[in-house]
Structures are given as C-alpha cells and as structure tokens.
C-alpha cells in the first residue's frame, strides 16, 4: 500500500507571495491532518479534514488555509508569506477523523521563504 | 491548556545500557498519550500509545496520572534505537506534541 505523499517536497518562495502545498493519503484514509515543524517550536497541529470538513484548527492566522477533496486529497494554503513561515509541513492521514486513530506521516514539503 | 514537555534534548546512551525519555504533561482531564519516532532519512511514525499498553520494538510506557508523566524505557538500548523520539498528548483537541528527545547510541 502505497504510503502518504506530498508534493512538493521543496519549495522557495519570497515574502508576500502566497503557496499551495498538497497531500494524498493512503488509499482509504479519509481524514487528513497537517502540521508544521520548525526549530523552535517543533511540531504545532494546523488544520484536520475528514470527508471535506475541517473538524479541527490550530492556533494559527487566517493566512493558513486548507481543503480537502471528495477522493480524501488536501491542499494548504499560505497567503501573504513571512519569513517566519519557513518550515517542514507535514500532512498526517488515518481512517478516521480524531487523533486517536493511528496517523500516517508524508515525508514532508520543506517551504523556505526568501 | 495542553502542554508536553520533553526535558532533554539529546540522550546519549551505551549500547546494552537501559534508555529512559522523559515525557511530562499538563493536562487536566483524561489524556491519550503517544509516543512518535523519527529514525534517520524516514518519516515519523508511531511507535505506541498508552491504551495498547504494549511493548514496540523492546519499549515501554507507562501514564503515570499523578505525576502527569509517561516516559519511555528499554531495558536494553541498541544502535537501531538511535532516533528523533517526540511525546504526543491528545485531550480535547488534537495532537500536541513535545519538542522531541533525540537519543544517541553509542557502540
């Protein structure tokens, strides 16, 4: 079974200018969490879809969006982006919706903001 | 608030010697915790959670409710236990994680 992907897995982009970033869970999977890991903070929780809700949201600003499609695949949004936005994100999927379901990690999209 | 705190950063080990992560919690209801690995060049992945009460690989972890901990141990380290560990915490919202423990071991 193949594993959660990510595209892209690196991305540069300079300040102000806004990025999508893309998940397919495992075949099967229809929740789909995403995190972002950087240094200082390490890993923080930004949004959980399952079968196209967001049922959950991190602490986070209104410049971090995301969606998820009817064949279970999600996108995030950066808008307007900061220096501060440069981080791995990571897109988690698991059968059900709620943490307490075993998630399954992609390896990651390095976004490097200039 | 939900909090984890990992105290170390990097734990560096003999090999054969017994290995114990540290993972404390603020949290004031029922917590589920878990426990992540991240070995080299590979993705993070879970290693247990507290409700299976099992053992993964030769480690352990108990919750231990009144001193809010649930640290994990290996009686035994092995050079393939060399890993990014990460403590994880669900209450009523989801995953927190700590800052993670990167443990060493030296042959």
């Known amino acids: 079974k193949a594993g959660v992907t990510q595209t892209p897995r690196y991305l540069i982009k300079t300040r102000g200018q806004q990025v999508t970033l893309s998940c397919s869970p495992i075949?099967?999977?229809?929740?789909v969490s995403w995190y972002q890991q950087t240094p200082g903070q390490g890993l923080q929780f930004l949004f959980e879809y399952f079968s196209e809700t967001q049922r959950n949201k991190g602490n986070f600003p209104g410049r971090f969006s995301g969606r998820q499609f009817s064949n279970s695949r999600s996108e995030m949004n950066v808008s307007t982006l900061e220096l501060g936005d440069s981080a791995l994100y990571l897109c988690?999927?698991?059968?059900?919706?709620?943490?307490?379901?075993?998630?399954?990690f992609g390896p990651g999209t390095r976004l490097t903001v200039l | 608030a939900q909090r984890v705190t990992q105290p170390e950063k990097l734990l560096s080990v003999f090999k054969g010697a017994p290995v114990e992560l540290k993972c404390n919690y603020s949290?004031?209801?029922?917590?589920?915790l878990f426990w992540y690995v991240q070995y080299s060049r590979q993705r993070l992945q879970l290693l247990l959670r507290?409700?299976s009460r099992e053992s993964i690989k030769g480690f352990t972890a108990d919750l231990n409710k009144g001193e809010t901990s649930f640290h994990l141990k290996k009686p035994f380290a092995q050079e393939e236990d060399s890993a990014m560990y990460y403590c994880?915490?669900?209450?009523?919202?989801?995953?927190?994680f700590g800052k993670g423990t990167r443990l060493s071991v030296i042959a």
């Open positions: 075949s099967g999977h229809r929740s």
């Open positions: 988690a999927s698991s059968l059900r919706a709620g943490a307490s379901n075993e998630q399954f």
């Open positions: 949290y004031s209801g029922s917590p589920e």
């Open positions: 507290h409700i």
């Open positions: 994880a915490l669900k209450g009523n919202t989801p995953l927190v």
